[in-house]
């Protein structure tokens, strides 16, 4: 039997900030509700404090920080999905999120809350995770930098703090990172959740050699996938088909997939190669969009 | 009228939620209710504390199996045989069985009391498999016979033993003659999973009593049979309990018999107070389902391409009660000789318990099990006979007049018209596939199914003063545009507005009997109830005029609402003037249908049904070999339909069927593990939805003028769609799948094992 929860609507961050010091483990925050209301129903949440933080003006936007793109945390999904900045900065993102669920959700889901979820299948992670994001975490009194490869533990697991708050996610300036793609893999039916997704990017000299490779899987691990070692491999090189191949059976080799109703670990693995080898095909092409395969 | 495009009535209402759905009533003092469920497979009952049950605030009523059996209720119930207990009586036989349920003022705390609950169960060995559950060594769910429940009189019971919970027999010819005459047999197996109905209105009702009458507002599909069954249950004249049906959110076969009704009147009894009871999603999967099936086919052709020989034995996964498995088994096994000429033909089909949820009926009603083996086994003889499949098929198909398996000869077959309809999809050869690693098949198949024979539909129409007409009839609307359908008929018999038609939702204390709302026969059925009562009124109209002009009846004429004498329209009398200068205040009528029919205890021969369903697929598919995903891109559906009444809601009707269809081919199955349902919510257990609607798709209604019999069309266009994507599939890629559903990771797999 649980007590009824007590709904905090803190007006500022540091509000936040102090409610977080005093409640820490027994509070929850409440940004765009999309994944807290399902888990709440199926009593996996049930905290004491529920702090909202999704009209928080502070956290909220888009703005360029330098060459950097700074995506404040508390900003609608769908909002990104249409920000000038993002559609001429981060074209792949924006295309990435037109994907994600549906309309009504976009409309309410947050950045922060996407990404603070953890949840492996989760699409925009793919993408962010690629560009090498990193999201800023507040508690009363300092405040940490973490890349979103070190933010993802496990399956709904990560290393947020219970007294810290994500304030915003900063993607350092995508221009080094020349084209990309994001193809989504749904084994079932059109409004499935996502089965894999592979985000690439791909810089090139003008000769043609690979100056950068960024790739990340997601659907497959209980966290996001990315190998910089196996990235690292491709630098230099004139990526053909048999490259991609290549990169792509080294991240199936790297992978531990999990095993649920939209596939089998087996059934993962087997996919991705030629999901990869589609995304980095696409990247190469300069083609900059999010697809659906 | 007839053929009119008719908008759905209550449509408006339907879409902006304003009408009166089960879960939307709650009169003064509502209880509601909740069940504490079996997390065990198979057990008995150690102890069950109900204690902290009652400590939490608004608690009214908690009440487990040991208890209900000191009431003066029976405490089991089922349409065939009274074998399901109300709440779980000593022992638990599925994951889910309710065992204790909590009456409260409101849901929520009836919610956690219900988890509050303490019990205790010793588990015992159990059995999931049918075939498993056949074996000596396996557990026996029901070791006594359960009692039989009245009616359902034309459900032949045999062969009761071990689990086997019932079992058809049908031999018609010599079965060892026809292997005989055969110059190949071919043997092949075919699974089908359990599915969910998916009605977006989950199981509901809310009870009272009003002394010592019991009334039940109730999404039933059978109004009668619920009715009937709780009168048995409180030992009281049928004439004290009354069901209410308002419209329904689809039933699909889910909401036929008794199903939460009589846990819910149990509380209102103990507690004197109206109860309401709404099954959330992950339940709704507990209560009815498809039944699981595994079906082995034998033919025996000659090098000519004709079927002489078929012998089948079906297994059907009837869960741990009966329910109406001992009918399915019937109808699903006649139905996998499919709609051929075979003069050899021996099948044996078999319900049988195990520890899952009970299943039940389900739209298909075997026949989708059935078709899916048949229709798949008639490509892989095709192939292996080297015969072009479609023509393989029409050389096979029965013809007018011929004989099916239960020897009954079939009239109105149209099986060659409506396959070569569909197969005009194929008319222009497909488009390329977008890229090398994509494969583009196409497939076709054809169906033959019943309907529930015999049956019977009375109707009362009552004319009033106003010109307004009401129909009584125990139809049940669920979105199917069943009343809308009969308020056409009538108007068209009748010569007036759907308008000034009213057909009223049942309501057991006045709507005459209906033997049910399902196996696609209400058009069909009550249809023809309704025609007669629109015959009655126009002659009662006639006779009244004749009075009242002092005229001879054959001088009149009848048009628009009004009676005139022919040739002198100033003599134009509206049938609201005509019933108000007669006094009668109202003019009523009764109509009704009655099918008759059965088939022999022995040897399945007789009638199975009154009229028999024809549908043809043709679908093509776009398999993408990387993945196994498979894309259906096109496809023509085709049905005989006799008469259409509304052209629009017979199309919408088939499209329905298969979308149904598709979702059940290539997504849909409720995945067990060790009897725990593990996809009980709609992220897990894939649906299919607008995005999976072909580019392609096209629906057929075949008419005959000649014809007056309007053919059901609720099902006809379902049981065709997984064995034409299937033939699709392997025309595409090579690759035969024989196990529900198609997914994209179990044709991957096919792909990768290929040599």
Same mark, same amino acid.
């Given at each position: 039997?649980?007590?009824?929860m007590?709904?905090h609507?803190p007006n500022?961050?540091?509000?936040?900030?102090?409610l977080?010091a005093?409640?820490?483990e027994?509070?929850q925050?409440?940004? !765009?509700?999309t994944?807290?209301?399902? @888990?709440h129903?199926?009593?996996?949440?049930?905290?004491?404090?529920?702090? +909202?933080?999704r009209?928080?003006?502070?956290? &909220?936007?888009v703005?360029m920080d330098?060459?950097?793109?700074?995506?404040?945390?508390m900003t609608?999904?769908?909002?990104?999905?249409?920000?000038p900045?993002?559609?001429?900065?981060?074209?792949?993102? +924006?295309?990435?999120l037109?994907l994600?669920?549906n309309?009504r959700?976009?409309?309410a889901?947050?950045?922060?809350?996407?990404?603070?979820?953890?949840?492996?299948?989760?699409?925009p992670?793919?993408?962010?995770?690629?560009?090498d994001a990193?999201a800023?975490?507040r508690?009363?009194?300092?405040?940490?930098t973490?890349?979103l490869t070190e933010?993802?533990?496990?399956?709904?697991?990560?290393? /947020?703090?219970?007294?810290?708050?994500m304030?915003?996610v900063?993607?350092?300036?995508p221009g080094?990172?020349?084209?990309?793609?994001y193809?989504?893999?749904?084994s079932?039916?059109?409004e499935?959740r996502?089965?894999? !997704?592979?985000a690439a990017?791909?810089?090139?000299?003008?000769s043609?050699?690979?100056t950068?490779l960024?790739?990340?899987?997601i659907?497959?691990?209980?966290?996001?996938l990315?190998?910089?070692?196996i990235e690292?491999?491709m630098?230099?090189?004139h990526?053909?088909d048999?490259?991609f191949?290549?990169?792509?059976?080294?991240y199936?080799?790297?992978?531990?997939?999990?095993?649920d109703h939209?596939?089998?670990?087996?059934? *993962?693995?087997s996919v991705?190669?030629?999901?990869?080898?589609?995304?980095l095909q696409r990247? $190469?092409a300069g083609?900059?969009?999010?697809v659906i395969? | 009228m007839?053929?009119?495009?008719? =908008?759905?009535?209550?449509?408006?209402e339907r879409?902006t939620?304003?009408i009166?759905?089960?879960?939307?009533l709650?009169?003064?003092?509502?209880?509601?209710?909740?069940?504490?469920?079996s997390?065990?497979?198979?057990?008995d009952i150690r102890?069950?504390?109900?204690?902290?049950?009652w400590?939490v605030?608004?608690?009214?009523?908690v009440l487990t199996?040991?208890?209900?059996?000191?009431l003066?209720?029976e405490?089991?119930?089922?349409?065939?045989?009274r074998?399901?207990?109300?709440?779980?009586?000593?022992?638990?036989?599925y994951?889910?069985?309710?065992?204790?349920?909590?009456a409260a003022?409101?849901a929520e705390a009836a919610?956690r009391?219900?988890?509050?609950v303490d /019990?205790e169960?010793?588990?015992?060995?159990?059995?999931?498999?049918?075939?498993?559950?056949l074996e000596?060594?396996?557990?026996v769910?029901?070791?006594e016979?359960a009692?039989?429940?009245?009616?359902?009189?034309?459900?032949i019971?045999?062969?009761?033993a071990?689990?086997?919970?019932n079992?058809?027999?049908?031999?018609?010819?010599d079965i060892?003659?026809?292997?005989?005459?055969?110059d190949?047999?071919?043997?092949?197996e075919?699974?089908?999973?359990s599915?969910h109905?998916?009605?977006?209105?989950p199981?509901?009702?809310?009870?009272?009593f009003e002394?010592?009458?019991?009334?039940v507002a109730t999404?039933? &599909?059978?109004?009668y049979n619920?009715?009937d069954a709780l009168a048995?249950m409180?030992?009281?004249?049928?004439?004290?309990?009354r069901?209410?049906v308002?419209?329904l959110?689809?039933?699909f076969g889910?909401?036929?018999y008794?199903k939460?009704e #009589?846990?819910a009147?149990v509380?209102?009894w103990?507690?004197?107070r109206?109860?309401?009871?709404v099954?959330?999603r992950?339940?709704?999967?507990l209560?009815?389902?498809?039944?699981?099936?595994t079906?082995v086919l034998? =033919?025996?052709v000659?090098?000519?391409?004709?079927?002489v020989?078929? &012998?089948?034995?079906?297994?059907f996964n009837?869960g741990a009660?009966?329910?109406i498995? #001992?009918?399915?088994?019937?109808?699903g096994?006649?139905a996998? +000789?499919g709609?051929?000429? /075979?003069?050899?033909?021996?099948?044996?089909s078999?319900?049988?318990y195990t520890?899952?949820a009970p299943a039940?009926?389900?739209?298909?009603y075997?026949?989708?099990?059935?078709?899916?083996?048949?229709?798949?086994?008639?490509d892989?003889?095709a192939q292996e006979?080297?015969i072009?499949?479609?023509?393989f098929? *029409?050389?096979n198909?029965l013809q007018? !007049?011929e004989?099916?398996?239960?020897?009954?000869?079939?009239h109105?077959?149209?099986f060659d018209?409506?396959?070569?309809?569909?197969?005009?999809?194929?008319?222009?050869?497909p488009a390329p596939p977008p890229?090398?690693?994509?494969?583009v098949?196409r497939?076709?198949?054809?169906?033959i199914?019943?309907t529930i024979t015999?049956?019977?539909?009375n109707a009362?129409?009552?004319?009033n003063?106003?010109g307004?007409?009401? /129909?009584?009839?125990?139809?049940?609307e669920?979105g199917?545009?069943?009343h809308?359908?009969l308020?056409?008929?009538?108007?068209?018999?009748l010569g007036?507005s759907v308008?000034?038609?009213?057909?009223l =939702? #049942?309501?057991?204390?006045?709507s005459p009997?209906d033997?049910?709302t399902s196996?696609s026969r209400?058009?069909?059925a009550?249809g023809?109830?309704v025609?007669?009562?629109?015959t009655?009124? *126009?002659e009662?109209?006639? $006779?009244?005029?004749?009075e009242?002009?002092e005229a001879?009846?054959?001088?009149?004429t009848?048009d628009?609402?009004?009676?005139a004498?022919?040739?002198?329209?100033?003599?134009? *009398?509206?049938?609201g003037e005509i019933?108000?200068?007669?006094r009668?205040?109202?003019?009523?009528?009764?109509?009704?249908f009655?099918s008759?029919?059965?088939?022999?205890?022995e040897?399945? &021969?007789?009638?199975?049904?009154d009229?028999?369903?024809q549908g043809?697929?043709?679908?093509?598919?776009e398999?993408d070999?990387?993945?196994?995903k498979?894309?259906?891109?096109r496809l023509?559906? =085709?049905?005989?339909?006799g008469t259409v009444?509304?052209?629009v809601?017979?199309?919408?009707?088939?499209?329905g069927?298969?979308?149904?269809?598709l979702s059940?081919?290539?997504?849909?199955?409720?995945?067990h593990d060790?009897?725990?349902?593990?996809n009980?919510?709609?992220?897990?257990y894939?649906?299919?939805?607008?995005g999976e609607?072909?580019e392609? @798709?096209?629906?057929s209604?075949?008419e005959?003028?000649e014809?007056?019999?309007?053919?059901?069309?609720g099902?006809?266009?379902l049981?065709v769609?997984?064995p034409?994507?299937?033939n699709?599939?392997?025309?595409a890629?090579?690759?035969?799948?024989?196990s529900?559903?198609?997914?994209?990771?179990?044709l991957?797999?096919?792909l990768?094992?290929?040599?």
């Amino acid at each position: 039997m649980t007590d009824a929860m007590q709904v905090h609507r803190p007006n500022a961050v540091d509000d936040v900030l102090e409610l977080l010091a005093t409640h820490g483990e027994d509070a929850q925050i409440l940004a !765009g509700g999309t994944a807290f209301t399902l @888990f709440h129903k199926l009593g996996l949440l049930t905290p004491e404090h529920v702090i +909202a933080t999704r009209g928080l003006a502070e956290l &909220q936007g888009v703005r360029m920080d330098g060459p950097d793109v700074v995506l404040g945390a508390m900003t609608r999904l769908r909002d990104v999905e249409l920000d000038p900045i993002v559609r001429r900065e981060l074209p792949v993102l +924006a295309g990435t999120l037109a994907l994600v669920a549906n309309l009504r959700i976009r409309n309410a889901a947050t950045v922060g809350g996407n990404l603070a979820e953890g949840d492996p299948s989760s699409d925009p992670p793919a993408v962010l995770v690629a560009l090498d994001a990193r999201a800023t975490l507040r508690r009363r009194g300092s405040e940490r930098t973490v890349p979103l490869t070190e933010l993802f533990v496990s399956f709904l697991e990560t290393t /947020i703090a219970d007294d810290e708050l994500m304030v915003d996610v900063r993607v350092p300036d995508p221009g080094v990172c020349g084209h990309g793609s994001y193809v989504k893999f749904l084994s079932r039916h059109a409004e499935d959740r996502t089965c894999l !997704g592979a985000a690439a990017f791909i810089a090139e000299d003008a000769s043609g050699a690979c100056t950068s490779l960024r790739l990340c899987v997601i659907g497959s691990d209980p966290a996001p996938l990315r190998r910089p070692d196996i990235e690292q491999s491709m630098i230099g090189r004139h990526l053909d088909d048999a490259a991609f191949r290549d990169v792509a059976m080294q991240y199936a080799d790297a992978a531990r997939p999990v095993t649920d109703h939209r596939g089998s670990a087996d059934y *993962r693995r087997s996919v991705m190669v030629p999901l990869v080898v589609e995304a980095l095909q696409r990247a $190469k092409a300069g083609d900059d969009t999010a697809v659906i395969w | 009228m007839i053929g009119a495009r008719t =908008t759905t009535k209550g449509s408006l209402e339907r879409v902006t939620g304003r009408i009166g759905f089960v879960t939307n009533l709650e009169p003064v003092g509502t209880l509601h209710v909740a069940l504490r469920r079996s997390d065990v497979a198979h057990g008995d009952i150690r102890s069950i504390d109900v204690s902290a049950a009652w400590d939490v605030p608004g608690v009214v009523e908690v009440l487990t199996g040991e208890r209900l059996l000191s009431l003066p209720i029976e405490p089991r119930f089922g349409p065939v045989f009274r074998d399901q207990p109300v709440l779980a009586i000593d022992r638990v036989r599925y994951i889910g069985e309710p065992v204790v349920a909590v009456a409260a003022t409101t849901a929520e705390a009836a919610r956690r009391a219900a988890d509050q609950v303490d /019990i205790e169960l010793e588990p015992l060995p159990a059995v999931f498999d049918a075939r498993a559950a056949l074996e000596d060594t396996a557990p026996v769910l029901h070791p006594e016979p359960a009692s039989r429940a009245e009616g359902f009189a034309d459900i032949i019971v045999k062969g009761q033993a071990g689990n086997i919970c019932n079992k058809f027999t049908l031999r018609h010819g010599d079965i060892a003659e026809g292997f005989e005459a055969a110059d190949e047999i071919y043997e092949h197996e075919f699974r089908s999973p359990s599915l969910h109905h998916l009605a977006m209105e989950p199981h509901a009702a809310v009870t009272w009593f009003e002394g010592e009458r019991l009334i039940v507002a109730t999404g039933t &599909q059978t109004p009668y049979n619920v009715r009937d069954a709780l009168a048995a249950m409180f030992r009281l004249p049928v004439t004290d309990v009354r069901v209410l049906v308002p419209p329904l959110g689809g039933g699909f076969g889910g909401k036929t018999y008794a199903k939460v009704e #009589p846990v819910a009147a149990v509380l209102a009894w103990l507690t004197q107070r109206p109860t309401k009871i709404v099954l959330a999603r992950d339940e709704d999967f507990l209560t009815g389902s498809k039944h699981e099936a595994t079906i082995v086919l034998r =033919t025996g052709v000659t090098r000519d391409g004709l079927i002489v020989a078929k &012998q089948v034995r079906a297994w059907f996964n009837a869960g741990a009660y009966a329910d109406i498995s #001992p009918r399915l088994v019937k109808n699903g096994g006649y139905a996998c +000789a499919g709609p051929y000429r /075979i003069p050899h033909v021996d099948i044996e089909s078999f319900a049988v318990y195990t520890n899952i949820a009970p299943a039940g009926a389900f739209r298909g009603y075997g026949v989708s099990q059935a078709a899916w083996a048949y229709e798949s086994q008639m490509d892989l003889i095709a192939q292996e006979l080297g015969i072009d499949r479609v023509e393989f098929r *029409r050389r096979n198909l029965l013809q007018e !007049g011929e004989a099916f398996a239960t020897g009954e000869p079939v009239h109105g077959a149209r099986f060659d018209a409506v396959l070569s309809d569909a197969l005009t999809l194929f008319d222009d050869p497909p488009a390329p596939p977008p890229n090398e690693h994509v494969k583009v098949g196409r497939g076709c198949s054809v169906i033959i199914k019943s309907t529930i024979t015999p049956s019977t539909s009375n109707a009362i129409g009552k004319l009033n003063a106003d010109g307004s007409m009401q /129909i009584l009839t125990s139809t049940v609307e669920m979105g199917q545009g069943a009343h809308t359908a009969l308020a056409q008929i009538v108007a068209d018999g009748l010569g007036i507005s759907v308008d000034a038609v009213r057909i009223l =939702t #049942p309501d057991t204390d006045t709507s005459p009997y209906d033997t049910t709302t399902s196996s696609s026969r209400s058009t069909a059925a009550m249809g023809a109830a309704v025609t007669e009562v629109a015959t009655g009124l *126009r002659e009662q109209l006639l $006779k009244l005029a004749a009075e009242q002009f002092e005229a001879d009846v054959q001088d009149l004429t009848i048009d628009d609402g009004s009676v005139a004498i022919a040739g002198d329209p100033d003599t134009r *009398r509206s049938f609201g003037e005509i019933v108000t200068a007669s006094r009668r205040g109202t003019l009523t009528a009764e109509g009704k249908f009655m099918s008759t029919g059965g088939l022999d205890p022995e040897n399945g &021969q007789g009638v199975a049904s009154d009229h028999w369903h024809q549908g043809a697929l043709a679908a093509e598919v776009e398999v993408d070999t990387r993945t196994g995903k498979v894309k259906v891109r096109r496809l023509r559906a =085709t049905v005989y339909a006799g008469t259409v009444v509304n052209p629009v809601n017979a199309r919408m009707q088939v499209e329905g069927s298969v979308l149904f269809g598709l979702s059940q081919a290539l997504y849909e199955g409720i995945d067990h593990d060790a009897g725990f349902v593990t996809n009980p919510n709609l992220s897990d257990y894939a649906v299919a939805g607008m995005g999976e609607l072909p580019e392609v @798709f096209e629906v057929s209604l075949l008419e005959d003028p000649e014809d007056p019999q309007m053919h059901g069309l609720g099902e006809t266009a379902l049981p065709v769609v997984s064995p034409a994507i299937a033939n699709a599939i392997h025309d595409a890629v090579g690759v035969r799948l024989q196990s529900l559903p198609m997914s994209a990771e179990m044709l991957f797999d096919a792909l990768t094992a290929q040599p």
